[in-house]
């Protein structure tokens, strides 16, 4: 696949200084604005008021199910492959009486590492994983609770987010191994 | 020789070369399905049609053999439009199961059809479906429907194992392989069928999901599962070794390697594996427990060495000098048998009765010295030995309950009878793990490559002899695997102008006639 080719700059935009100070005209703009009329903030009041990000924004992972309710993933591996950041840890086995015959039996992503490129999602064949939960708050206290496994992937729904740490701990038997739940993650600060 | 033109390339190949195999000397890749080099021509697939300079219709390389003035060309647009029908013809019943087939990665339909095929789909028909997942075999899958009907496998039954198990049947579009009614792959060749499918319809039952084949490095090397030394790809990936491939050698094994040669692999990472030095019952790093060998080896009256038929030249060469160096009165010996426990199966094909990769190499070794005693001369020595040292193979086990010496020392790769009664045990390298060669039962010198680390503690066999040497007084002089290789190919006649480095540049072995030399006729 060709890549476009990057645009030329203009003359005026290559001489730097001239795009600087637009710049700080935009920001001097909303500044003043923000002076004048207090109820057109640009910025908003984290974590108290929450955006709701754009359709296609790309968040947090989820794996889809078929309709019979098992994982349409088939571990054909191409996400791992195509990751750049190596973060995704697929163990694949046989499904005796399925016709896909084979389906993972752990699928993790380490959220630590990944740069959500959404590579995987481009390359996987069968439309099993997809970055469309809008979720942008991946976070926890421990690194544990920052790997993504298969039962929470599978409950990552658009816009609802148990966090994983809260998940691995309500679900102890599905958290990854070594998972241990902090004082501090269960609401104290 | 013939000289034969492919696309103007000019080559001279013997004559009768097959086609496909003179355009590849020229660097021309023919796709083909149905020929295998090591198989009979069918000529079903017509893959590899290729035109005739001055002749009238396009004709199949792989049936065409090599002949004065020939000249083809696989570059015009009839060829190309040729290739791209066939694999249009293929795919037409061909089901969409890449994301979940093993052969992904390796599989010639996908490979020529980003090379050869890249057509819009004109396919509107249902597609005919076939049955999936059948057991066919102890080690193998068989899918129907991603069969191309090239009859590699029909021929492999017929020609090479003789047993005549896979068929096609029924015409047109519902050709189908298959076995006969209420039947099973018998033969111990049926990873092989896996190999020479070029698609999924046929795939390893011990592989099967276990890794993608494009993670996968290769090292060439040879199978250590019997004398045969058929040639292989240790196929492993971030130091776990997955499977085992055949690799080309017409004078050993062809394209072939048996089941037992492949299930090797398991024991690699095995949990019988020696992972420690250990000194009566303590574990201790291996210096320590050289240096207690060294002090027992030169402490006791009567001590005997025995020579392993599993370990490589290197090793038992390095022994060999050790112990003449600085035990003067120490008794060597060879083994014969086979281990306990090893696999009990062997036929006229590849498999041989003796399941050690070396033995060849220990006779030619001892041959060498003269002095080294028989099998025999050791079962009646060995109850008055005081120490007992043992490279690899496992003596205690092979004595069967005989009475053995009052210590044993064992430089092994496995847990067996032998380091069990051992008071003194270092860890060795598995052969995947290490560099070395082997000398097998037709005596061909053949190099083993290291493909992975070693497990735990483990060493190359020679790297500890000559530490131990160290100890002893006067070491073996072997510092590197090729030095020990070179000082032996200097000294052993046989063995002559053999050099570890062209040995292994080659990728292919170099033949030495070792005079055939009986162990029992040199020592007795
Ligand atoms: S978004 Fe990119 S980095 Fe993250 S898991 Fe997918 S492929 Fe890997
Ligand atoms: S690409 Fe899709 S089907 Fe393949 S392993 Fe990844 S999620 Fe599963
Ligand atoms: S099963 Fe494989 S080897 Fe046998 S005929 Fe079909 S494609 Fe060829
Ligand atoms: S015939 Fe012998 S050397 Fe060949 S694969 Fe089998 S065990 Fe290994
Ligand atoms: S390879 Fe020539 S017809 Fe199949």
Known sequence: MAMPAARKMTSLESIYLVELFKGLALTMGHVVKNLFDQNRFVTIEYPDVRKTMAERYRGAHRLLLRPDGKVKCVACMCCPTICPAKCITIIAGEAPDDPAEKFPVEFDIDMLRCIFCGFCVEA??????????????????????????????VNLMDGIKPPAEEFYRLNPESAPAGFVSSPSASGAP | MPKVKINDIEVEVPAGTNMIEAAAVAGVDIPHYCYHPNLSVAGNCRMCLVDIVGGRAPEIACNMQARDGLAIRTDTPAVKKMRQSVMEFMLVNHPLDCPICDQSGECRLQDYYMEHGDYDSRGVEEKVSKKKRQDIGDKIVLDAERCVECSRCVRFGDEVTGTGDLRLMNRGDHTEIGMFP??????????????????GALTNRDFRFQRRVWYLKQTASICSGCATGCNIQVCHQEGEVFRYLPRRNDAV??????????????????????????????????EAALIALAARLKSATHVGVVLGSQATNEANWA???????NLKSARIFVTAGNDPGSFEYADKLLVDTDKNPNSAGVDLLAAFDGQVESWEAFGSAVADLDLLLVLEDDVVGRLAGRRTAAAIAYLGVSRNATSEAGSIVVPVCHPVEMDGSYVNRQGRVQRIRRAVNAAGDALPAWLIVDRLGAKLGVAPGTGMVAAAFNSMARAVPQMRGLEFKTLSEAGQQLIVETAPVAPTEATV
């Open chain 1, 124 to 153: 996987c064949p069968k439309d099993a994983i997809r970055m469309d939960t809008r979720i942008y708050e991946v976070n926890a206290y421990t690194r544990q609770a920052l790997i993504h496994n298969k039962t929470y992937m």
């Open chain 2, 182 to 199: 209420g039947e099973r792959l018998q033969h111990h060749y049926q990873g092989n069928l896996a190999d020479i499918c070029p698609v």
């Open chain 2, 319 to 325: 022994l060999l000098q050790t112990v003449r160096k």
């Open chain 2, 253 to 286: 094994n062809k394209s072939w390697m048996c089941d037992e040669g492949r299930e090797q692999v398991a024991g690699i990472s095995g949990l019988k594996r020696i992972l420690r030095s250990r000194v009566d019952g303590k574990t201790v790093d291996t």
